[in-house]
T-cell receptor, first 113, second 115 residues
Framework: NAGVMQNPRHLVRRRGQEARLRCSPM?????VYWYRQLPEEGLKFMVY????????ESGMPKERFSAEFPKEGPSILRIQQVVRGDSAAYFC???????????FGPGTRLTVT | DQQVKQNSPSLSVQEGRISILNCDYT??????FLWYKKYPAEGPTFLIS???IKDKNEDGRFTVFLNKSAKHLSLHIVPSQPGDSAVYFC??????????????WGLGTSLAVNP
């Protein structure tokens, strides 16, 4: 059973470009969570999704950020018009149900130049 | 406003001795607590958890203690091994009526186990 997959592992974007981060949850997991870790900080919750539904997006910046988890395919975190402050490690986690034990992917390190 | 606090950014322990990592929280609505371990350039790995109805949970070399009245939990690793060297995060889950189980994280404690 493969773990949570994230790609790309590293992403470099210039200011103003769009960043798309992908997350494939573990097989059988229908709950996906996105977290962001800024340099020298802990992880911050961004959004929690179930298939085709956003359950809680209270940690998402109101502008430029969006997330989806379609019926088929990976979950996508999209950042439009990136700025330097978006440079961070973005982690995706999944769980089989409402279990709090979330399983994390290796993260995508976004660098905005 | 840091609701989960790990006040020691780093800890150094001799191999074979006990490592004690501490975590404090401020929100009395938290009802589930977890410890994750993280190596550089990897995602966090779940270690052990504890529900607020318990005060202790043990799994092999890892034991978590919860003191609800003090809003404090600790992770004990005994005996410590060099492979335990990593950053340890304490996380808590709010008690929501719905399905939301987002995790609130501390800033982590970097543990170094010296041979």
């Amino acid at each position: 059973n493969a773990g949570v997959m994230q790609n790309p592992r590293h992403l470099v974007r210039r200011r103003g470009q769009e960043a798309r981060l992908r997350c494939s949850p573990m097989k059988g997991h229908s709950h996906v969570y996105w977290y962001r870790q800024l340099p020298e900080e802990g992880l911050k919750f961004m959004v929690y999704l179930q298939k085709e539904n956003i359950i809680d997006e209270s940690g998402m910046p109101k502008e430029r950020f969006s997330a989806e988890f379609p019926k088929e395919g990976p979950s996508i975190l999209r950042i439009q018009q990136v700025v330097r402050g978006d440079s961070a490690a973005y982690f995706c986690a999944s769980s089989p149900g409402v279990s709090t034990e979330q399983y994390f992917g290796p993260g995508t390190r976004l660098t905005v130049t | 406003d840091q609701q989960v606090k790990q006040n020691s950014p780093s800890l150094s322990v001799q191999e074979g001795r006990i490592s004690i990592l501490n975590c404090d929280y401020t929100n009395s609505m938290f009802d589930y607590f977890l410890w994750y371990k993280k190596y550089p350039a990897e995602g966090p790995t779940f270690l052990i958890s504890i529900s607020s109805i318990k005060d202790k949970n043990e799994d092999g070399r890892f034991t978590v203690f919860l003191n609800k009245s003090a809003k404090h939990l600790s992770l004990h690793i005994v005996p410590s091994q060099p492979g335990d060297s990593a950053v340890y995060f304490c996380a808590a889950s709010p008690d929501n009526a719905g399905n939301n189980r987002k995790l609130i994280w501390g800033l982590g404690t970097s543990l170094a186990v010296n041979p």
